[in-house]
């Protein structure tokens, strides 16, 4: 090795493992990440320009989506949460069949990768 360099900051190594925080799926994990989400969500809102925020499109239906997994009361609760807290969950693009087969196909591979660690 000829050039390196030495840096003072702070370097974090996500590692992803059978049982680590982030392969562990149980309700306090997931409450707690939605959480985060909806602070983040207000911080952004807060923070940015209308127009730039409009552009991000965030929306809960991921939260809404991984929630099914959790038992069939818990997406209800989520979508309470995410309703009294102001995030869109649904867009008007989710109509087009095409995005639909597209974001099917994207979850189902991530899914299928992340089954080994569960």
């Known amino acids: 090795m000829d050039k390196f360099e030495v840096s003072n900051e702070i370097i974090y190594c996500v590692t992803r493992k059978d049982g680590t925080l982030t392969t562990t799926m149980s309700n306090k994990v997931?409450?707690?990440?939605?959480?985060?989400?909806?602070?983040?969500?207000?911080?952004?809102?807060?923070?940015?320009?209308?127009?730039?925020?409009?552009?991000?499109s965030i929306s809960g239906r991921g939260y809404l989506r991984q929630?099914?997994?959790?038992?069939?009361?818990?997406?209800?609760?989520?979508?309470?949460?995410?309703?009294?807290?102001?995030?869109?969950?649904?867009n008007?693009?989710?109509?087009?069949?095409?995005?639909?087969i597209r974001r099917w196909i994207s979850y189902n591979r991530a899914n299928n990768e992340q089954k080994k660690y569960y």
């Open 30 to 56: 997931f409450d707690t990440r939605l959480n985060v989400f909806i602070e983040y969500y207000k911080f952004l809102k807060k923070y940015l320009k209308k127009s730039d925020f409009k552009n991000l």
């Open 67 to 90: 929630s099914i997994n959790l038992g069939y009361k818990k997406p209800f609760s989520v979508y309470k949460k995410l309703k009294r807290n102001r995030l869109h969950i649904f």
């Open 92 to 100: 008007i693009k989710v109509l087009n069949p095409i995005w639909i």
